[in-house]
């Protein structure tokens, strides 16, 4: 029996026992993954997905794809050329089952993109859907808060309007061209601390480079200069 499931925006046509790489996902070598978006199993077709279809894949290795050369070269009075090389980060999975029902019920971890997702949120989309069932009934709903806990909300907005700033964090924002929104993205990829920006490789920054779709701006404002100045303290 085959699958077709689709992960990181592409389509893959599946067997058991079958050896793919995938866009990278946030799972260690030796776990098992389960994917959800299956479009079509044996002679089923999707609407657009199987409802309970999975396909589950046991985690080989983390690699990286082959060496790409991008050149740009713009044409201006004071042009400038620039060359970068970039490798995709990938997963290599082996297919282990085709599941054709069942999979919502699994308990299996689902298979997600790295740094999309918290490792709370993978274990939220990895339990039974079941658990949904286990609501309180409305005669257990608590009574509505008086016009007295509006202050409460007010503070929530406000928590949720600032910018998600990791406990310990560096303040980013002393980086030339950070402020709060790019601060909440550098946050969210896992950067948290000058000294990580100032180990950075050329690789790291071209990654970065594509997560942020700065194209070269990091090289530009001297944002690894700028960290290791700021992590002497």
């Given at each position: 029996?085959f699958?077709v ?5 592409k ?8 050896v793919?790489r995938?866009?990278k996902l946030?799972?260690a070598?030796?776990?098992t993954v389960?994917?959800?978006e299956?479009?079509?199993v044996?002679?089923?077709?999707g609407?657009?997905t199987v409802?309970?279809?999975g396909v589950?894949?046991e985690?080989i290795?983390?690699?990286?794809g082959p ?9 201006r009075?004071?042009?400038?050329k620039r060359t970068k090389?970039h490798?995709?980060q990938l ?6 089952e085709?599941l054709a ?8 971890m689902?298979?997600?993109g790295a740094g999309s997702?918290?490792?709370a949120?993978?274990?939220?989309v990895a339990?039974?859907k079941?658990a949904?069932?286990?609501?309180p009934?409305k005669?257990e ?7 007295a806990d509006?202050?409460?909300k007010a503070?929530k907005?406000?928590e949720?309007?600032?910018p ?6 560096d ?5 030339s061209g950070?402020?709060p929104?790019l ?9 948290t601390s000058?000294a990580q920006i100032?180990?950075w ?17 990091i090289e530009?404002?001297g ?7 700021l992590?002497?303290?």
């Amino acid at each position: 029996m085959f699958a077709v499931l689709k992960t990181g925006g592409k389509q893959y046509k599946v067997a058991s026992g079958d050896v793919l790489r995938v866009e990278k996902l946030a799972a260690a070598a030796g776990e098992t993954v389960q994917f959800n978006e299956i479009l079509m199993v044996g002679d089923t077709v999707g609407t657009p997905t199987v409802e309970g279809a999975g396909v589950q894949a046991e985690v080989i290795e983390q690699i990286k794809g082959p060496k790409t050369i991008n050149f740009v070269k713009r044409r201006r009075k004071h042009s400038s050329k620039r060359t970068k090389g970039h490798r995709q980060q990938l997963t290599l999975l082996r297919v282990t089952e085709i599941l054709a029902k069942g999979a919502d019920t699994s308990g299996v971890m689902a298979a997600v993109g790295a740094g999309s997702v918290s490792a709370a949120a993978v274990a939220a989309v990895a339990a039974p859907k079941k658990a949904k069932a286990e609501k309180p009934a409305k005669e257990e709903k608590p009574a509505k808060a008086a016009k007295a806990d509006k202050p409460a909300k007010a503070e929530k907005k406000a928590e949720a309007a600032a910018p998600a700033a990791a406990e310990g964090a560096d303040d980013l924002k002393k980086l030339s061209g950070v402020g709060p929104a790019l601060e909440k993205k550098l946050l969210a990829n896992g950067v948290t601390s000058f000294a990580q920006i100032a180990a950075w490789s050329a690789e790291d920054i071209a990654d970065f480079d594509e997560k942020l779709s700065f194209k070269g701006r990091i090289e530009r404002e001297g944002w690894v200069e700028q960290a290791k100045e700021l992590a002497k303290g």
